[in-house]
């Protein structure tokens, strides 16, 4: 049984409406569960999307962390929030991922990538992308310091995936795949402008090109392209928000691997794709909005059980 856990952001929604939350949706069944509404009302409602709803996602311990703009919230299994950490270098947060005992965010404000040590509990490690055209370095620093980087959102970093070939990082503006292998950073492929979650996978990249409207996988010997699911105008709700207000339709964000033939993919306005590679289709589409400002952002494969609330 695949069951996938989704996140959602809310773009242009006011005070007291939803901002998004988390779904879980099993493939099999097509139950859906909608445990966390995210409705809260200590939001900076200022700018296109930035801080409302729910991110990346990670497990760990048998809980579930996720991610807020600014803040990590532990849950439980049941969803309850059993805690949350906040870092003055933590500034739109958009993917996390856990390797050995550390969970890695990536703090698009600040074009850096935090560590958060699992044990101690307390973010302990952190480093700057710097760049000099194509050519990146990793600038250490104190988290806990004052001493760390100006806010200055160069890169737009939105994925960190880490697996034992090392670290792997980009961003909509880095126009790579980068790796970091503890102390300098290569470039593993050249991407196009406006990625989403590209990550190595197989022998190649997997990517959502979300300026192309397309989730694609390049590798030496093969490249394949899925066209983002789109809607009929006059199904979408929330049309008649301006649109600096709103997230558009076909935006792909949100990326995982169920198998070495099956992916899911994200979109706007909510939906999750799954794609066979060998079969080179989209076999099922599971659609949780048609509110065009609802968007989905993390995306998972869920380890534990069903939940039984």
């Not at 990670?58 to 703009?69: L, M, N, W």
């Not at 890695?104 to 000099?132: K, M, P, R």
Request: charged share 20%; aromatic share 10%; glycine share 10%.
């Amino acid at each position: 049984m695949t069951i996938l856990i989704a996140t959602s952001v809310v773009r242009g929604s006011h005070q007291g409406e939803s901002h998004g939350g988390v779904y879980l949706i099993n493939l099999e069944t097509d139950e859906i569960l909608h445990p966390v509404d995210w409705n809260t009302m200590d939001i900076d409602w200022q700018g296109r999307g930035w801080d409302r709803g729910l991110r990346g996602i990670a497990f760990h311990d048998g809980k579930i962390y996720i991610a807020a703009s600014d803040e990590i919230f532990v849950f439980d299994q049941s969803f309850k929030i059993v805690s949350s950490f906040r870092n003055a270098y933590l500034k739109h947060c958009h993917e996390i991922c856990i390797h050995e005992n550390h969970l890695f965010l990536t703090s698009t404000g600040y074009d850096s990538i935090l560590g958060f040590n699992l044990d101690e509990q307390v973010f302990d490690w952190a480093f700057n992308i710097v760049t000099d055209g194509m050519v990146f370095g990793a600038k250490r620093f104190d988290a806990k310091s004052d001493s760390g980087p100006l806010s200055i959102n160069k890169l737009h970093l939105n994925n960190v995936y880490c697996d034992k070939g090392g670290m792997y990082i980009s961003g909509m503006r880095t126009g790579a795949l980068l790796q970091f292998g503890g102390k300098s950073i290569g470039v593993v492929a050249t991407l196009p402008e406006g990625v989403h979650n590209a990550r190595p996978f197989l022998d190649g990249i997997l990517l959502n090109d979300t300026s192309s409207d397309a989730v694609r996988f390049e590798s030496p010997s093969q490249r394949k392209a899925f066209r983002v699911p789109r809607f009929a105008p006059h199904k979408l709700t929330h049309t008649d928000l301006d649109d600096s207000r709103i997230a558009r339709q076909g935006f792909g964000r949100g990326l995982c691997v169920i198998s070495d033939k099956e992916i899911a993919a994200g979109s706007s306005p909510s939906t999750i794709s799954i794609y066979n590679l060998e079969e080179q289709k989209a076999t099922k589409m599971i659609n949780l909005s048609l509110d065009i400002r609802n968007a989905i952002h993390g995306l998972q494969v869920w380890p534990y059980d069903w939940p039984t609330r």
